[in-house]
């Protein structure tokens, strides 16, 4: 009797936290299949769904080039700052650096600076670059506020690794390239992957720099082209819920196929 | 890159000479390291470190961002803490803390701690994907989902019709009592999957031995969790708690979509008021002042929060 009870009780929960997660997004999606121009409710049964919806949606949004723009802002961060911030970790952990101490605290503030702080300046660094409404006004800053995070990342596996396997590579005459390229980044891969996919996600997720930066939304982020959509849109509320779920697709989809290594990644991100 | 052992070695020298190259050779060993950490640091410089010596700068003056600046000494922070509509954002952010951090943490205990006893794995892994989805999906998406939650014949409404509390029903982010909770359940909706998640896993290396002998001392569920599941889950709640409290002083992605800071300046915060005042109002000194101060306030909350996570 109480074993049965422990037992209902927690799949209760489990099945409410579950149910409370997805509503949102049934909801979303049921909207999304309604008669375009009509003001349905927020949780309807589609009878005749409208799947032509979404369509109108991907021309609405001109979502090839809102991919394509996605694809260029994330080659444009991902390897640069995975690349970077692999060298700075590796020599923040492995080497004696005069002064590493300073560059390690100076990067370590950066991890609770908010974005906001420096948007203006941002702006007008951009303005004056002549950047601003191209994809590079929003790739330049993210790799530099990505940085203490990444930095912070790689040092700390390269902590772990024992400092002998560079000075035995040392003395066997191995320059620090060399070292680094074969010896150090292979063993590093779970490390660097694991951020590459976390930079990844925060890049087509980052939203605020997007519509700040870029004022065309095909040119920006995917979560940057969802702020077209602000406040509530009485005129298409149909088609406004096609284009939020198709936007939202293509990282869901990511996710799901890593699943996986995408918790492990933010889990571990998260306890760094 | 350049290696630190390609200086020329000095070996067939006489040893008054050698001195120098090895000195030479030392000191490019001792600040080679500083080449690998270059690349890094002049891009956190060039777009982060110097655009916020920038801010500071800007928060001394009075300007439209255009035209002439005027030297106004520390006028825009007495207006950040005098004005109402600033000084209310930060205390808007503050309120957020609660639903954007507390409320999750304490969600995600009780649902691991029931958790941890269902014993199915498929169960486990499907749930464990459902509950992270909110954190995958953009923040602005998140919100264009609740926008339509709490509108007028949206699913709250709905739910509360259906279950004969009409006289509840409201277009929830357009009311002023009920606009501020309403935005931060949205952050309370992104994060408690991903807290749930984390104290199942801290609780998983939570040695079982302790948890027999709490039992064996005739303990209960409530005293098992204060006493071994609490402590043993501290890390996880600190290092969470400062991620969330973060997210909480710096929103502006769910404010932005859901109410643009309305009704009034219900929901306004610090993250949007910057962009506002920078953008819409010029007033580019005071959106400054203001940026210096959330950078300063999150510091002041953050920092005593390790040292929590230290002593564990």
């Avoid at chain 1, 040119?219 to 936007?247: D, P, Y």
């Avoid at chain 2, 569920?221 to 400062?242: D, S």
């Amino acid at each position: 009797m109480v074993r049965a009870r422990v037992q209902i009780a927690p799949t209760i929960v489990l099945a409410l936290l579950v149910l409370l997660t997805v509503l949102p997004l049934v909801s979303l999606f049921s909207t999304a299949l309604q008669p375009q121009g009509t003001v349905p409710s927020g949780l309807t049964l589609p009878r005749d769904p409208h799947w032509g919806n979404f369509a109108d949606a991907w021309n609405a949004a001109e979502f090839l080039k809102l991919l394509r723009s996605t694809l260029v802002i994330v080659i444009g961060v991902v390897p640069v700052s995975v690349l970077f911030a692999t060298m700075a970790g590796y020599a923040l952990a492995q080497m004696r650096i005069p002064g590493g101490g300073i560059a390690f605290g100076l990067l370590i503030f950066g991890l609770t600076l908010p974005f906001e702080a420096i948007l203006i300046p941002l702006y007008l660094q951009m303005k004056a670059l002549g950047l601003l409404n191209t994809q590079l006004a929003i790739i330049l800053p993210l790799i530099g506020l990505y940085m203490p995070f990444s930095v912070f990342w790689m040092r700390s596996h390269f902590v772990n690794v024992p400092k002998e396997l560079t000075e035995a590579a040392e003395i066997d005459g191995a320059t620090a390239r060399h070292m680094f390229q074969y010896i150090q980044l292979p063993l590093a891969v779970p490390a660097w992957s694991s951020l590459a996919m976390l930079l990844f996600l925060w890049t087509t997720n980052q939203f605020m720099l997007a519509i700040v930066l870029i004022s065309d939304p095909t040119k920006r982020t995917l979560a940057g082209a969802l702020g077209a959509f602000q406040g509530e849109r009485t005129t298409n509320v149909v088609l406004v819920c096609a284009v939020s779920l198709l936007i939202i697709t293509p990282t869901t989809l990511a996710f799901l196929a890593l699943q996986r290594h995408f918790v492990k990644a933010l889990l571990q991100g998260i306890a760094k | 890159m350049v290696s630190i052992n390609a200086a020329p070695l000095p070996t067939l020298r006489d040893e008054s000479e050698a001195e120098r190259p090895v000195d030479r050779l030392h000191t490019v060993q001792r600040f080679g390291g500083w080449l690998w950490l270059a690349p890094s640091l002049l891009m956190y410089t060039m777009f982060v470190l110097g655009p916020l010596a920038l801010t500071v700068q800007y928060s001394f003056y009075s300007w439209d961002g255009i035209g002439q600046s005027t030297w106004v000494g520390l006028d825009n922070y007495g207006e950040v803490f005098k004005n109402p509509e600033l000084f209310g954002s930060l205390v808007n952010a503050f309120v957020l803390i609660i639903f954007f951090a507390i409320f999750p943490i304490l969600v995600g205990l009780v649902a691991s701690a029931l958790l941890k006893d269902v014993r199915s794995k498929a169960v486990g892994t499907f749930a464990r994907t459902v509950l992270f989805i909110p954190q995958i999906i953009p923040l602005a998406g998140a919100a264009i989902a609740w926008t339509w939650m709490y509108s007028e014949g949206g699913v709250v409404n709905q739910v509360l019709r259906a279950i004969g509390l009409e006289s509840l029903a409201r277009p929830w982010l357009g009311d002023f009592d009920t606009a501020l909770p309403a935005v931060g359940l949205i952050g309370s909706w992104v994060a408690f999957g991903l807290c749930t998640v984390l104290f199942s896993a801290g609780m998983g290396k939570i040695d079982p031995s302790l948890y027999e002998a709490v039992r064996l001392d005739g303990a209960g569920k409530v005293r098992e969790f204060r006493t071994i599941t609490l402590p043993g889950l501290r890390q996880e709640i600190v290092v969470v708690g400062t991620v969330l409290v973060i997210a909480a002083l710096a929103s502006f992605d769910i404010i932005y979509i859901a109410t643009l800071g309305g009704p009034g300046y219900e929901t306004m915060v610090p993250g949007l008021q910057i962009y506002r005042l920078a953008f819409t109002a010029q007033k580019v000194g005071l959106a400054s002042a203001l940026g210096v101060v959330l950078t300063l306030l999150i510091l002041v909350v953050i920092v005593p929060l390790q040292r929590l996570r230290r002593e564990a």
